[in-house]
């Protein structure tokens, strides 16, 4: 099983609408958990971090965390074309940071 | 602002070449870290450095190795270069503190080995 799964995608979401990404972690333990932003050919970009659970909202970006149920998700009101890119999930686990390997987001006119 | 930058952003080298990947950090963080992404397997741990002099093996060192001589500065050396080791490498600087650890990274250095 891997440590941090993200569904590959794509995720085709028209503009305007809400995109919503999902991961699931295996460490019960985690406490720290990241979305990372990363546009074709370019490196990933800290886009939200969130410890507790419930909600954090940060603008158009609201990241969902249930440690009951191992699952941390970062939804996207207001789907923007330039929002297109690839959306990496970390988890804190073991004095690491495990990366997925991402869900690609597709936002279309 | 946070500033990580790499020596190149992109590489071609020669099977055997020995080749030197460099990282510089400008925000005094203590823990450094080298990736390398590919497509479909994400991003996984090559090395990572808590402090000067020292480094850590992560998830696949094979082949690789590191320096960390000053705590800005985080080599990653490819002893002699193969094929399977073309990829995107990315190095990330940490940010750890009581309640935060957070990774800023590079713009990353695409290599190819021929």
């Known amino acids: 099983q891997k440590e941090v799964e993200q569904n590959s995608g794509p995720l085709s979401v028209p503009e305007g609408a809400i995109a919503s990404l999902n991961c699931t972690y295996s460490d019960r333990g985690s406490q720290s958990f990241f979305w990372y932003r990363q546009y074709s050919g370019k490196s990933p970009e800290l886009i939200m971090f969130i410890y507790s659970n419930g909600d954090k909202e940060d603008g158009r970006f609201t990241a969902q965390l249930n440690k009951a149920s191992q699952y941390v998700s970062l939804l996207i009101r207001d789907s923007q074309p330039s929002d297109s890119a690839t959306y990496l999930c970390?988890?804190?686990?073991?004095?690491?940071?495990?990366f997925g390997t991402g869900t690609r987001l597709q936002v279309f006119p | 602002d946070v500033k990580v930058t790499q020596s190149s952003r992109y590489l071609v080298k020669r099977t055997g070449e020995k080749v030197f990947l460099e990282c510089v950090q400008d925000m005094d963080h203590e823990n450094m870290f080298w990736y390398r992404q590919d497509p479909g397997l994400g991003l996984r741990l090559i090395y990572f450095s808590y402090d000067v002099k020292m480094k850590e093996k992560g998830d696949i060192p094979e082949g690789y190795s590191v320096s960390r001589e000053k705590k800005e500065r985080f080599s990653l050396i490819l002893e002699s270069a193969s094929t399977n080791q073309t990829s995107m490498y990315l190095c990330a600087s940490e940010q750890r503190t009581f309640s935060t650890d957070t990774q800023y990274f590079g713009p990353g250095t695409r290599l190819t080995v021929l």
């Open positions: 970390a988890v804190f686990s073991t004095d690491k940071l495990i």
